[in-house]
């Protein structure tokens, strides 16, 4: 009787033991916790979904609304817009509001590339001819102020692009700071 449990035992301990053998695979896992975090379900950009009420994914902002850290900004990007600015348009900031040290690493990351570091228009680009006709900020023929400064690069003029998506509203008048204040020392370095 005793050599019979025993071998009943070993019978079902070699059955179990068989059928984990059988179950495993090396080639793929065997088991899976959370599944959908291995095998995600794929969605289609501006899908239908149930998520919203007109079934579309992507909602577009309300009309009339501004992003956060932008305000409207009134002058067209036309010559006229361009001369409006360039007369009437000043800067919010003071100059205790401006940290030129810190503004320095910005105009060195979007500006300096074409206008050079001291703003004399001797940047990489146009030093290997990449672009050319990049002006000096001291140029008395360009007259640029305030402005004009803030709304060149805000749109862009010429082969410049805009960079407002790239600069915040603040950071852009900190640009326009550094700008006057390159241009103070190209002046001051001509007489």
Sequence with gaps: ???????????????????????KKDSVPNYQYMPNMYAPVGYEA?????AFANGIEAQVSPEGT???????????NTTEGYNLAKETLKSPLDS???????????????CAICH???????????K????LGVPRYDDPARAI????????IYYGKNAMGSYKNQ?????????????????QKLEGSAK
């Design 1 to 23: 009787m005793n050599t019979m449990k025993s071998l009943i035992k070993i019978l079902v301990l070699t059955v179990i033991l068989t059928s984990f053998a059988s179950c």
């Design 46 to 50: 501006y899908s239908e979904s149930k």
């Design 66 to 76: 501004i992003a956060r850290g932008h305000s409207l900004f009134e002058y067209e």
């Design 96 to 110: 205790t509001q401006v940290d030129l040290e810190k503004t320095k690493v910005l105009f060195d990351i979007y």
């Design 116 to 126: 050079g570091v001291k703003g004399d228009g001797q940047g990489n680009l146009v």
């Design 128 to 131: 290997r001819e990449k672009i």
């Design 145 to 152: 102020t305030e402005g004009s400064i803030y709304h060149v």
């Design 167 to 183: 600069l915040s509203e603040k950071e852009r008048w900190e640009v326009v700071s550094y700008v006057l204040d390159l241009k």
